[in-house]
């Protein structure tokens, strides 16, 4: 704690003061800590002018599926999971910058601005010391207030912001870096995920070439900065939760956003994706006064295993070796979704008699239970259909063997 210096001059109605004040200015928290041990963070470092030596602009999503809607939503800690990390992003600059966003690009709102992310060479060295110690504590100060800022409005629009992001890092020097803390579900815009399946390659190939023909999303967009997204995937724990696999589905669309952001042909440096461990607790400030979001929901899964052919030869209920990979992945997607239960239907053609057809149609659902459950997916039921109606999915109009293939076949279905 600093300490009032004694000056002979002055009686002790004003020493006291002095003194008091002195203990104060040691003990701040809060939003004085900003006034007292981070006010010399407004002045760019080494007299330089912001962004001159580096800048790194941290994003804060503060949409209702991060923040929650009432206090007690459990919203996610962005400030406490990213503290340690704050030094790294900020090597090698000497600006920082910190902003919240909601539903619209326009909604950005800065809780730090043009802040020096490093002391002054020269003056006093125990200044300096205490002023780069302070530094990352500052930072998550300043992302604890935008976290808790409540949106003009409702929604989310990650990619309104990264472009505001870009055009605030567009006029900076040296390194230029973006951190992007979100859950990583945008409800407005070309990468609405409200209606999204959160599975495959072609999905994300449509979401990336329509935000592409939007403008949305351009090469310039991000140009020649380093772009980190933390946090994909995790929302208040009021709202619906991502599965592993869901999460590995939005970290790959989020890679390719970002890459299609910077210029081609694109560093794969430029674009990372990383975790850190969410605090969901009402800690989390948040507000009753927090406008609505339009809700993203993760959707459950089913896989229709046409053509048994690929799983089982002719007559027989004992699985190929070839069909071991097949099986093996859709068992690894259905142990990250938690809480659900599996229902595996046999089916088979009409060529052979009712009895038989019943009790084939059995052992080969049995058959794919019990590889799916020595691969560790639990709950799993299993029931011969016999010969199917109709055949999901396909045209009307199918040939003879493919109607036999569709029929001799294995549904996995995932229920809650």
Not at 58 to 83: E, F, M, N, Y
Not at 171 to 176: A, E, L, V
Not at 241 to 257: C, H, I, K, M, Y
Request: aromatic share 4%; proline share 6%.
């Amino acid at each position: 704690m600093r300490r009032a210096h004694p000056v002979r001059t002055l009686g002790s109605a004003l020493l006291l003061p002095a003194i008091v004040a002195g203990l104060l200015s040691g003990c701040m928290t809060g939003p004085n800590r900003e006034q007292a041990a981070c006010g010399w963070m407004r002045k760019a470092g080494d007299g330089a002018s912001p962004g001159e030596q580096g800048h790194t602009v941290i994003l804060v999503d503060a949409s209702s599926s991060v923040r929650g809607t009432t206090p007690a939503s459990g919203g996610v800690d962005q400030a406490a999971a990213v503290k340690r990390q704050i030094p790294g992003w900020l090597e090698g600059v000497g600006t920082v910058s910190v902003a919240t966003f909601g539903g619209t690009a326009h909604d950005v709102r800065w809780t730090a601005t043009d802040w020096a992310a490093k002391p002054a060479d020269g003056g006093n060295g125990t200044n300096r010391q205490r002023h780069a110690a302070s530094v990352p504590g500052c930072v998550a100060d300043a992302v604890a207030e935008a976290q808790s800022t409540v949106p003009v409005r409702g929604g989310s629009d990650v990619l309104g912001a990264l472009r505001e992001a870009g055009t605030v890092l567009a006029g900076s020097k040296g390194t230029r870096r973006l951190v992007v803390l979100t859950d990583g579900l945008p409800t407005t815009g070309c990468a609405d995920l409200r209606d999204a399946g959160f599975e495959g390659s072609l999905e994300t190939d449509a979401i990336v070439q329509g935000c592409s023909a939007d403008k949305e999303v351009t090469s310039r967009t991000l140009a020649s900065v380093e772009t980190v997204f933390v946090g994909l995937g995790e929302t208040a724990s009021t709202e619906p939760q991502a599965s592993p696999a869901q999460e590995a589905w939005l970290d790959g669309l989020w890679e390719r956003l970002c890459a299609a952001s910077h210029p081609e042909p694109g560093e794969p440096a430029d674009c990372a994706v990383t975790q850190a461990a969410a605090d969901r607790s009402a800690s989390a400030k948040t507000s009753p006064r927090r406008p609505g979001d339009p809700t993203v929901e993760f959707p459950e899964r089913t896989w229709q295993q046409a053509g048994a052919r690929a799983l089982f030869d002719p007559d027989s209920p004992v699985l190929r070796s070839a069909a071991l990979p097949r099986l093996a992945r859709i068992a690894v997607q259905v142990r990250g979704l938690h809480g659900v239960r599996v229902r595996v239907l046999g089916y088979v053609d009409p060529r052979g008699g009712s009895a038989n057809n019943r009790t084939l149609s059995q052992a080969r659902a049995d058959a794919v239970k019990d590889e799916l459950e020595r691969l560790g997916v639990s709950g799993v039921t299993a029931v011969g259909k016999g010969v199917p109606v109709g055949c999901p999915g396909a045209a009307d109009d199918l040939g003879t063997e493919q109607k036999l293939q569709c029929d001799r076949r294995v549904d996995i279905v995932v229920v809650r």
